[in-house]
C-alpha cells in the first residue's frame, strides 16, 4: 500500500500560483502514476493531470492545460502539482491519487487517494 497526503493548498487571488504536494509514504513511490484530481461542491470528481512512472509522459486537461503542470520528484517521494494564472472555478479540493498501472483520467481506476486540500480562488 501507499499512502497519499497532499498540502499546499489556501487561498489566492485570481491570477496567482499555488504549488501542491502529495507526499507518499508506505511503498516505493518510484513505483506508483500519480494523478490528481478535483471536486467542487455539487460536482463529480474532476481529472486534473497525471503523470507516468517514469515521469516521462503526462497527460492534462483542456481546462488547465498551459496553466497547471505536474511533476514527480521520486528521491523525495512527492509529486507537485504547480497552478498558475488561477481562476475562481478552479476552486476545488484537490486530491492526488496513485496506481501501480493505471495513469488515465478516470478516478474509479486509481488504487490509493489522499483526503485532498482545499484551493479557493476569489475574484
Known amino acids: 500500500q501507499v499512502q497519499l497526503v497532499e498540502s499546499g493548498g489556501g487561498l489566492v487571488q485570481a491570477g496567482g500560483s499555488l504549488r501542491l504536494s502529495c507526499a507518499a509514504s508506505?511503498?516505493?513511490?518510484?513505483?506508483?502514476?500519480i494523478g490528481w484530481f478535483r471536486q467542487a461542491p455539487g460536482e463529480e470528481r474532476e481529472f486534473v493531470t497525471s503523470?507516468?512512472?517514469?515521469?516521462?509522459?503526462?497527460y492534462v486537461a483542456e481546462s488547465v492545460k498551459g496553466r497547471f503542470t505536474i511533476s514527480r520528484d521520486n528521491a523525495k517521494n512527492t509529486a507537485y502539482l504547480q497552478m498558475n494564472t488561477l481562476l475562481p472555478e478552479d476552486t476545488a479540493v484537490y486530491y492526488c491519487a496513485a496506481d501501480g498501472n493505471y495513469w488515465g483520467r478516470e478516478p474509479h481506476n486509481y488504487d490509493y487517494w489522499g483526503r485532498g486540500t482545499q484551493v479557493t480562488v476569489s475574484s
Open positions: 508506505g511503498r516505493a513511490f518510484r513505483d506508483f502514476a
Open positions: 503523470i507516468s512512472v517514469s515521469g516521462r509522459s503526462a
